[in-house]
């Protein structure tokens, strides 16, 4: 009876996806704040990327697109931070973590390696998609967009927010299932 009682909770209605994923989208609108006065250690620390993920692997790929998506566009509608073609990029990026985190996370078997399989798939992925919308982006500007410029903003400037994804994205997923937060896993 027990156990039936924790598989209910553990299901995860409309309701508490929306409330999760709530919570993802106000995350993602503050956690920048805590880097904000120092923007070149916002962009290397990646704060936006992290909710985003966190809702895929939580709340599922729909869920984690959205939050994903929303999440920059609506923070530069609000404070005006990114610039506008920073969040457009962004929003496609972000919305392919929280697609391919949910979406990997829910159909690989449940090995000790989905989270990091699922993790990397959708940082990778997410990546190349921020440069083929930078780059088709790049040219309604009338600038360009070299494979340097990519390296640059997808790997190096990004590498201290790439280690502190592998390390602390695992942890929170690990601990949100094991004190039965994580939904529908």
Request: contains cysteine.
């Amino acid at each position: 009876m027990n156990n039936a009682a924790t598989a209910t909770a553990r299901t995860a209605s409309p309701v508490r996806k929306l409330t999760y994923s709530a919570l993802f989208l106000a995350l993602a609108m503050v956690l920048p704040f805590l880097t904000g006065q120092i923007p070149e250690i916002g962009s290397m620390l990646c704060p936006m990327h992290i909710p985003a993920l966190l809702c895929g692997f939580m709340c599922g790929w729909p869920w984690g697109l959205a939050v994903g998506f929303i999440s920059p566009l609506l923070r530069s509608m609000i404070f005006g931070m990114p610039p506008v073609w920073v969040a457009i990029a962004m929003a496609f990026e972000m919305a392919t973590y929280g697609a391919i985190a949910g979406l990997l996370y829910r159909k690989l078997p449940k090995t000790g390696w989905r989270i990091y399989v699922s993790l990397i798939s959708a940082m990778v992925a997410g990546r190349l998609v921020w440069g083929l919308v930078k780059f088709l982006l790049t040219g309604l500007q009338g600038t360009e967009f070299s494979l340097a410029l990519f390296l640059s903003g997808a790997v190096t400037t990004a590498i201290p927010g790439i280690i502190l994804q592998l390390i602390l994205i695992p942890i929170f997923v690990v601990v949100m299932e094991r004190t039965n937060m994580a939904l529908d896993v």
